[in-house]
């Protein structure tokens, strides 16, 4: 059976670029306007794997991304970096002074306001997705319209780019992870992984966790705090380390299980960073 990706965003986001990155250029998919919807395309089995962003270098972590993967017992089994470059772009034939309006996504216009100072007769417009705009901007045949997008939704739907890398900040890099409903099998030349636990109030008790790890040989890259939501000012812990070897890596978890509550392994997998 051949797999189907679910994505945010339509053919030509980041999410696109990502997943044919990932699983090459050959793939099907199945875009998704929202996170959310992302999600029950895995629960209700019309995508066998999705591909999320996590973290952006700019914006931070995307904290309800956290809660979705582990409220609904998802595993990650791989990551992707990619650098953000936003481009402008329109129909052909049409220059910067012809643009009225440009749609996109507000992180993507908040990225690139600085550049629209030098064009004050340019109307910014927030919409859903960076991707679907250019689409629309070519189905449509829409004269005046300019999109904030990757230049892989100028290929895919012939627009052209009035100007390239946009942004105001050029080093600008976002994390995306891989996720499915079913766990993986365990391939112990992964050296990256993903957990979650909660603590008591007791003092000292994150300090003795992160401990653990060190003598274990893990290495910290990611620690993010959620509300427990239910339990006022109680927090989950979410937790990226990486390891040369997967002993290692089991006696950090076997010491992690006894020592905190509500324990989970979100995933294991080999570290995109290398």
Not at 21 to 39: N, P, Q, R, W
Not at 192 to 221: E, P, V, Y
Request: with cysteine; aromatic share 8%.
């Amino acid at each position: 059976m051949n797999k189907i990706i679910a994505i945010q965003g339509a053919e030509g986001s980041n999410h696109h670029k990502v997943a044919r990155d990932f699983y090459g250029e050959t793939i099907a998919l199945k875009e998704c306007m929202s996170f959310d919807s992302l999600v029950d395309c895995l629960l209700d089995k019309s995508a066998t794997q999705g591909v999320m962003a996590l973290e952006n270098t700019i914006a931070g972590s995307i904290i309800p991304n956290y809660a979705l993967i582990d409220n609904n017992d998802l595993h990650i089994i791989g990551e992707e970096y990619l650098n953000i470059h936003h481009h402008l772009m329109a129909l052909k034939g049409q220059e910067i002074k012809d643009i009225k309006e440009v749609w996109s996504h507000p992180m993507a216009l908040l990225q690139c306001k600085e550049f629209f100072k030098k064009y004050p007769h340019i109307k910014l417009v927030e919409d859903v997705d960076t991707a679907e705009v250019a689409k629309r901007i070519a189905k449509q045949n829409l004269h005046g319209i300019a999109a904030i997008a990757p230049k892989i939704a100028a290929d895919i739907f012939g627009l052209t780019v009035l100007e390239d890398e946009i942004q105001t900040i050029k080093d600008n890099s976002t994390r995306f992870v891989i996720i499915q409903t079913e766990k993986p099998e365990v391939d112990e030349t992964v050296n990256k992984a993903s957990i979650k636990f909660q603590l008591s109030h007791k003092r000292g008790s994150l300090a003795a966790i992160l401990n653990a790890m060190s003598d274990c040989k893990m290495n910290l890259t990611k620690i993010q705090s959620l509300p427990v939501i239910d339990t006022p000012w109680k927090y989950s812990f979410f937790v990226d380390v990486t390891f040369d070897e997967y002993n290692d890596y089991k006696k950090a978890i076997s010491l992690i299980e006894i020592m905190a509550e509500d324990f989970k392994v979100l995933g294991v997998f080999k570290n995109a960073r290398i």
